[in-house]
């Protein structure tokens, strides 16, 4: 496998929740009878748009720093990080789709997810430019 295969994997998985999450707002639009370009007039639609933007709007900090402390620190520990984002934003999917106030275990999921992955990699990169200078 390759040098860092597992958070290959783990981003692949997150975009295709990613894509799930796409998918589900097409069947929502399809269940409520609200065609595009409508973003409101069901409840069930809009937090199905909401979970499919606050999504893309985690994507990118999440994946940078998955990346980044598989660089710095561990492959396998940023894969596994990963997929407790994967199931963070699941929970957080499937909360805020019964009810947008069963969001937050799973906000709370990804987040922590996240901040491991971003602070520990920002810890590792400052780290090694103060020890090793480059």
């Known amino acids: 496998m ?3 295969g597992y ?5 692949i998985a997150a975009l295709l929740t990613y894509l799930w999450m796409m998918v589900r707002v097409g069947q929502a639009r399809a269940k ?3 065609s ?6 069901d409840p069930l639609l809009e937090r199905t748009i909401r979970v499919h933007y606050n999504t893309l709007e985690a994507l990118p900090v999440f994946l940078a720093s998955l990346w980044l402390f598989a660089v710095y620190w561990n492959d396998l520990v940023a894969a596994g990080l990963g997929v407790v984002w994967i199931v963070g934003r699941i929970v957080y999917a499937l909360g ?3 009810d947008p106030g069963k969001r937050e275990a799973g906000f709370m999921i990804q987040f922590a997810a996240t901040a491991v992955l971003l602070f520990g990699a920002l810890g590792r990169i400052v780290w ?3 020890v090793v200078g480059a």
């Open 2 to 4: 390759q040098p860092h």
């Open 7 to 11: 958070v290959a994997l783990v981003t």
């Open 32 to 34: 409520c009878g609200i």
């Open 36 to 41: 595009a370009p409508a973003m409101v007039g």
């Open 96 to 98: 805020y789709f019964a």
């Open 128 to 130: 090694s430019l103060a």
